[in-house]
């Protein structure tokens, strides 16, 4: 059993079980955010009532991202020792700025929000959800700054084969910083706004009218058929970016191996790397040269440029699909769902029945492109500074494998538990309708005895 490989899935096991919650409270935060202005605004309790139903997702959402965020950073001592050690004076500091500045805004302030409601001023109240809001997105930007960091570096200079920071301005905006943050806020937008609407729609299924219902639903759907072509629009930006700074995984993300003009858009195919060509190929003639370049006579380079010193194919190449496939799959359920409830006002059956499972559309699209740029910067780790294979640790492979296996079936269990207490809050808040009181307070409606009584 090969450490590497081992650590590796074991690594990729980590995040990819973590991205997921921090995809989900980065943007709900603000949606909570705007579900409370809009109850300031307008008084209506329908508003409060949907703060505090989702509210419970975000800090169900919070705790499992804390937890899967711990496992995952011990891992740089024991399986990715030569992480630390090469670039550590330039991780520890991002790292750390990170918790300083925004976790401990997202930990101290949550419970106010959970708790707090008329227990503290509504102007405090609000505060905390802006602040938790914020604290979200901070998180995210230091993060994202880090991760673009090690494959666009810029801002240090290597002493005694150790990084060292010499400009931390160009070390955080690094060259691919601003397209990678923007990409991720929106894809963080998108997983929200569909799993409001699934969740919303499963409520519909159930008999569920209430005016919180439809607030939340109609939250989710149009805020998601306005972000899905921004992300389009931004993910292509993104793409031209990446063609600039790492050609190489552009290659792997097309499966174009030669290097020329009017290259094809490949459709689908089963990349061979031993042969250097593509099986069963479909393709639209001149259509990569007409998207990276915008011009069908635009080169477009190939993996034969960079022997040794590019990704794995396949998976680059599927995975990219999967996330652009379920990309145009949301913008077509989005916009339609839209229609329908802008015209009618209303879901057809099978629409709302196709919502409920399009609630983690998110998730998958999110996987398959942190698949598409994790995978893709491949052998390195840290683009032209520290190879994937140079950083892992002298961990035996069975020790790999054993916590490997454990942390798998914790994962799933954990999983299956986050997603049957989502569909618990769901189907209560579909019984409870608008008829419960909100939290900390009796609504003067319910706790007034009707007249003559």
Do not use: C
């Amino acid at each position: 059993m090969d450490p590497l490989i081992l650590s590796r899935m074991q690594f990729g096991a980590n995040i990819s079980f973590h991205i997921l919650f921090p995809t989900i409270t980065i943007a709900l935060g603000w949606v909570l955010l705007f579900f409370k202005l809009r109850y300031n605004a307008t008084n209506d309790s329908a508003w409060m009532r949907a703060y505090f139903t989702w509210v419970k997702v975000f800090a169900l959402s919070f705790a499992m991202g804390v937890v899967s965020g711990v496992t995952m950073s011990f891992q740089f001592g024991t399986n990715w020792p030569g992480y630390m050690e090469k670039v550590g004076n330039i991780a520890g500091p991002l790292l750390a700025y990170e918790i300083l500045t925004a976790f401990f805004l997202e930990a101290a302030f949550l419970g106010i929000m959970l708790f707090g409601f008329r227990r503290v001023s509504n102007r405090i109240h609000t505060l905390a959800t802006v602040l938790v809001a914020g604290g979200t997105t901070v998180s995210a930007f230091w993060i994202i700054a880090l991760n673009s960091w090690m494959q666009t570096p810029a801002g240090f200079e290597m002493r005694d084969g150790v990084a060292h920071a010499v400009d931390w301005w160009a070390i955080v905006f690094n060259p691919s910083m601003p397209y990678r943050l923007v990409h991720m806020l929106l894809a963080s937008g998108l997983t929200v706004s569909f799993l409001i609407a699934g969740l919303s729609a499963l409520r519909y299924l159930n008999g569920d009218r209430s005016e919180s219902m439809w607030k939340a639903l109609r939250t989710g759907v149009f805020t998601a058929a306005i972000l899905i072509p921004i992300q389009i629009l931004a993910g292509d930006q993104h793409g031209l970016n990446t063609l600039e700074h790492q050609p190489q995984k552009i290659a792997a993300m097309e499966a174009n191996w030669n290097t020329g003009p009017n290259v094809p858009l490949v459709l689908f195919a089963l990349p061979d790397e031993a042969a250097k060509e593509n099986r069963f190929e479909i393709a639209i003639p001149d259509g990569a040269s007409l998207v990276l370049r915008h011009s069908t006579s635009g080169v477009v380079p190939g993996l034969n440029d960079y022997p040794g010193n590019h990704p794995p194919v396949f998976p680059i190449f599927w995975s990219f699909r999967i996330m652009v496939g379920t990309g145009l799959l949301m913008l077509a359920v989005s916009w339609s769902a839209a229609f329908f409830l802008k015209r009618r006002h209303s879901l057809p059956k099978p629409l709302a029945m196709l919502m409920v499972p399009m609630a983690l559309s998110g998730w998958l699209a999110t996987l398959a492109g942190w698949y598409t740029t994790e995978i893709g910067r491949q052998p390195w780790l840290v683009t032209g500074v520290l190879k994937t294979a140079d950083a892992v640790g002298p961990v035996g492979g069975s020790h790999v494998a054993l916590t490997l296996a454990i942390y798998l079936i914790l994962y799933v269990l954990l999983l299956i538990a986050y997603l049957g207490v989502l569909v618990h809050l769901a189907l209560k808040a579909a019984k409870d309708g608008d008829s419960s009181p909100l939290p900390g307070v009796m609504n003067a409606a319910l706790s007034q005895p009707a007249a003559g009584a």
